[in-house]
């Protein structure tokens, strides 16, 4: 079945010329939707009737944000078997990480329903007698959410949920390349009667997103995609002085002392490095191992990267699915042949695979004896590729790990405090992970990175409020 996609504008679908489609990358037969694009004309309406939302619902109750955004909570979960296979199918994560991602995305609107309801403001004493002074959040506006295709409900929902929970209304435009998926959440906030205006959604290509970013009446933008296109975002934005929030790349270090315990090493390793096709900007790209445990380290991982299942996205045995794209998969093979190119060793993987449904498969690979200064320790591969680094010690291991542009999620497997707790202190990155791995994070804590992987204030959790807010300082005498 293909989906005909339509924008999403003033609480009616939009229909227009329908020029783009998406794939499933599993097989790639199988259309999943025809997308509809457009221009500065969609962006206008999509902008105007969140412009025309936004006083009604930033004035409301909050209990009427709450009850609006627990009821598409409540919808999603109730649809995640449904959304989550139209998420595999569409975006090639497997069954269960699009179930568990759509799940996920349910439970952010469940989160931030609770958080409408709380009370961001304080009361203070002023220094001067008689005075009192009271601070408020106050809704912003109308902001731009410009979405990925690798968590594509997820980070709509990451996005949309704390901005419409403090009062602000959203022009969601996703990624070209998972539009179904994004779509089913217009769906749901049409199918729970949200006002008309404050939830709209835009499909098209990069030209559309831009458009969006560009617009004069647009008050913020939250951004998660491609250093390349953040930059551009970020420039667009400040030059009106719109807020603007970026996540983007990672390149994740995940450190391998002698002291760790192994066969959790291993499993943590094989979680960030592979699981979701690696195609998270939290992934654990960089493995960097003490020289004691380096070689049995290796062999593990080795063993069970050699014995993942790759296949269709929709067969439940399917443990990794395909890239999303030709280019993805490309990129990865492209990697590969740059780390042997430069001296890595190919421990196992890196072939093309003909699968009985023809799609985008990358074999998972483990590149071993490489060195800081190689293209597939600089540059993010989003694939199901890993390298290792061989060190001597805890500090060389910190060093090389921080050797890098991107500072999101840096791990550490170790049985040592000292180590743990050290390490958690000087990682130069947004988040760190102690015997964990570095993707897969938790939806009421506070996320993001450091130097180039984000720009602007935290996303998620209690720290959602910060970006989607203003404060407001309110003296008073009486
Ligand atoms: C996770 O690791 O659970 O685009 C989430 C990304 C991140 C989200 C990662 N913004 O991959």
């Not at 410009?146 to 009062?167: D, E, H, M, R």
Request: one cysteine or more; glycine letters at 10%; aromatic letters at 8%.
């Amino acid at each position: 079945m293909t989906d005909t996609l339509h924008h999403f504008i003033g609480g009616q679908r939009v229909a227009g010329d329908t020029p783009s489609q998406s794939l499933n990358p599993s097989n790639i037969h199988d259309i999943v939707a025809r997308m509809a694009d457009g221009g500065q004309a969609q962006v206008d309406a999509a902008v105007a009737a969140a412009r025309k939302a936004f006083p009604a619902w930033s004035d409301a109750s909050p209990e009427v944000r709450s009850d609006l955004l627990d009821k598409v909570g409540t919808m999603i979960i109730a649809r995640g078997a449904e959304i989550g296979r139209l998420l595999a199918r569409e975006e090639g994560k497997t069954l269960a990480e699009g179930i568990g991602e759509t799940v996920r995305a349910g439970r952010i609107f469940k989160y931030f329903a609770g958080e409408a309801l709380r009370r961001h403001g304080q009361n203070l004493d002023s220094t001067r007698p008689g005075v009192e002074i009271q601070t408020y959040r106050q809704a912003v506006g109308v902001f731009a959410l410009v979405t990925p295709w690798n968590f594509p409900i997820a980070i709509p929902a990451w996005k949309a949920a704390p901005a419409l929970a403090f009062g602000n209304t959203v022009v969601i435009k996703p990624a070209g390349l998972t539009p179904a998926t994004a779509s089913a959440l217009a769906d749901i906030f049409a199918a729970c009667d949200a006002p008309p205006g404050v939830f709209n959604m835009l499909f098209g290509r990069g030209a559309m997103g831009d458009a969006l970013v560009k617009h004069p009446d647009v008050d913020g933008v939250s951004f998660t995609g491609s250093q390349a296109v953040g930059a551009q975002v970020g420039v667009a934005a400040m030059a009106r002085q719109a807020r603007v929030q970026l996540e983007m790349g990672g390149k994740n270090p995940l450190i391998i002392l002698d002291d760790a315990d192994l066969e959790r090493a291993v499993a943590i390793a094989l979680d960030g490095s592979y699981f979701a096709t690696g195609q998270r900007c939290t992934a654990s790209s960089r493995l960097i191992i003490q020289d004691g445990v380096h070689d049995r380290f290796v062999a593990l991982l080795a063993e069970k990267v050699a014995a993942l299942r790759v296949g269709n996205a929709l067969d439940p045995d399917t443990q990794i699915g395909p890239a999303v794209s030709e280019d993805q998969m490309e990129t990865s093979y492209r990697y590969i042949d740059i780390a042997t190119g430069e001296g890595g060793r190919l421990v196992t993987g890196g072939q093309r695979l003909t699968l009985p449904t023809p799609g985008w498969y990358v074999q998972p690979t483990l590149i071993t004896d490489t060195d800081p200064s190689m293209r597939i320790n600089t540059g993010e591969v989003f694939g199901p590729v890993a390298s290792t680094l061989r060190v001597k010690s805890y500090e060389e291991a910190l060093e090389v790990a921080n050797n890098t542009e991107f500072g999101l999620s840096a791990g550490i497997a170790t049985t040592s405090l000292k180590h743990a707790r050290h390490f958690q202190r000087h990682a130069r990155a947004g988040m760190t992970m102690v015997n964990l791995a570095t993707a897969g994070v938790d939806y009421h804590v506070p996320f993001g990175g450091s130097k180039g992987s984000s720009y602007g204030a935290r996303e998620q959790g209690f720290a959602a409020v910060e970006f989607f807010t203003q404060t407001k300082t309110s003296y008073s005498w009486s």
